[in-house]
């Protein structure tokens, strides 16, 4: 579903100053570098074989704890001056945010704050404490989570690290596409997971710079495509949340979002969204045909692919971007034969 085309978009990414530039990625890069992985560009055979163009996965899968997260959280821990880094950090994310904030922290030496609901279940806070950080456990919902992170800032003076609509966690995200670019010079299409924004309007930064001609496709679920109904608004609008097997794609983009709304408008030349079933296909495939244990928002380029949604021109990455899929829903995904 084409929202805009690709040459008006451009146009207006021309004329605009968009919040993160080539020049804060390229700082970024330089910033996390040894600090991060660099996730290895894997050639697919069966998915080249399939759309008759080179088709690579980026994956990110392979970061020390299992997603792209660990980049925009390193990158905007170690922009702060010394001072806020040291009286702490705290964030609300359960998921791969959460992880990639008490990772960073405990590598950096600074203490870290997770606030999260008493309906967080066990595995999940127990995988955040053994990352070291300190758990909050608040009220009944996500918002009473992020209550409390805001209280934390105003009381104890603690730095929040926001999941996605912030300069520095976007230019951390967006050091996956000066890989892409450097690993694939002729890359004509990139496919990326789209939630909050935060990874799709890196990576679209840094690619539209290096390569205009290239174009950044933005995949998401039917069931809750937040940016995707911001876009046809033409403001950040109040979505309503489902389950999804692609969950670390589910949340809105915030209603006073500043940073990844305006880059994903002007950068992102389509966004293709995609059923259940179709998610379930791209972890199956992940998991038969690459070797790869991938969640349902690590697969939803493959399923993009396999759905015969896109339209590949040329050279493509595919951003495999987490995986941390509890192992009874893998196993139970990956038994069924269709879907
Ligand atoms: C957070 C996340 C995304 C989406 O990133 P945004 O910056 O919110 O768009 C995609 N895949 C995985 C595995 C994630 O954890």
Redesign the pocket.
Same mark, same amino acid.
């Given at each position: 579903m084409t929202i805009m085309k690709s040459e008006d978009r451009f146009r207006l990414g021309e004329d605009k100053v968009l919040p993160v530039a080539l020049a804060d990625v390229e700082r970024a890069a330089a910033r996390i570098h040894g600090r991060v992985t660099r996730a290895p560009l894997v050639a697919s055979p069966t998915l080249s074989e399939r759309t008759g163009q080179p088709v690579h996965l980026k994956l /990110?899968t392979r970061q020390p704890i299992g997603?792209?997260?660990l980049r925009?959280a390193m990158n905007a821990i170690l922009s702060l001056d010394d001072t806020a880094r040291q009286r702490g950090l705290v964030t609300a994310s359960t998921?791969?945010?959460g992880r990639a904030v008490a990772y960073a922290a405990r590598e950096l030496g600074v203490p870290a704050v997770i606030c999260m609901s008493s309906l967080v279940p066990d595995n999940k806070v127990e995988a955040i404490r053994a990352l070291g950080a300190q758990i909050c456990i608040v009220g009944a919902s996500q918002d009473d989570a992020q209550e409390e992170v805001e209280r934390l800032v105003r009381t104890s003076g603690l730095t929040p690290i926001p999941?996605?609509d912030d300069v520095d966690v976007v230019a951390g995200?967006g050091t996956i596409g000066l890989e892409i670019v450097e690993d694939l010079p002729d890359l004509a299409t990139v496919l990326v997971?789209? !939630?909050?924004?935060?990874?799709?309007?890196g990576i679209a930064a840094a690619v539209k710079a290096l390569k205009p001609q290239a174009h950044v496709i933005g995949i998401s679920m039917e069931r809750g495509a937040a940016?995707h109904a911001a876009i046809k608004a033409g403001k950040p609008v109040a979505i309503r949340e489902e389950e999804t097997l692609a969950d !670390?794609?589910g949340g809105g983009i915030g209603l006073a979002n500043r940073v990844?709304f305006a880059i994903c408008r002007d950068l992102l030349d389509d966004i293709v969204l995609l059923t259940e079933d179709e998610i379930a296909a791209g972890i199956r495939h992940a998991a038969r045909q690459e070797g790869e244990v991938v /969640?349902g928002?690590?697969a939803v380029g493959i399923a993009a692919i396999l759905a015969g949604k896109v339209q590949l021109s040329g050279p493509t990455a595919v951003i495999v !971007?987490?995986g941390?899929i509890d192992a009874e829903t893998h196993r139970h995904i990956i038994g069924r034969s269709t879907g």
């Open positions: /990110e997603a792209f997260k925009g998921g791969n945010h999941p996605f995200q997971p789209l !939630s909050g924004g935060g990874l799709a309007g940016m !670390s794609l990844t /969640e928002a690590g !971007s987490g941390n």
